[in-house]
């Protein structure tokens, strides 16, 4: 433990590194789908859920995750798709997330 830190300080400051690697992981895996031409659905939505999981895991709540996918997803830059594939991954990735942190079964909602 730092000099000075709390143990729940520093269990705070892990969960938000381990948080955002898993946040890092889903902006890689959009950035690799834009440069291939192809959202792959199935990439996007492992990252998805394991962004929720992790969120679940270090006592994030939901509407703060969905607050801070949705912004992550908006500054990703999509410029070169239109408004209304936009608005399609942007609503699948925040109803995988839903998914992913209640543990409802995919495709349900």
Same mark, same amino acid.
């Given at each position: 433990?730092?000099?000075? #830190? *709390?143990?729940?300080s520093e269990r705070r400051l892990d969960? #938000?590194? %381990? +948080?955002?690697?898993a946040i890092d992981v889903l902006l890689v895996s959009m950035r690799q789908a834009q440069e291939d031409g192809d959202f792959k659905t199935d990439v996007i939505r492992? #990252?998805?859920? =394991?962004v929720a999981a992790t969120a679940r895991a270090t006592e994030i709540a939901p509407e703060r995750l969905l607050a801070i996918i949705k912004l992550a997803v908006r500054q990703e830059s999509l410029? =070169? %798709?239109? /408004? /209304? /594939? &936009?608005? %399609?991954? *942007?609503? &699948?990735?925040v109803?995988? *997330?839903?998914? #992913?942190? +209640?543990?409802?079964?995919?495709?349900s909602l």
């Open positions: 433990m730092r000099s000075g #830190a *709390t143990p729940n969960n #938000a590194r %381990l +948080f955002r690697s492992d #990252a998805v859920v =394991h410029d =070169h %798709l239109s /408004w /209304w /594939w &936009r608005n %399609l991954l *942007t609503d &699948r990735i109803r995988w *997330t839903i998914e #992913a942190y +209640f543990g409802v079964p995919p495709g």
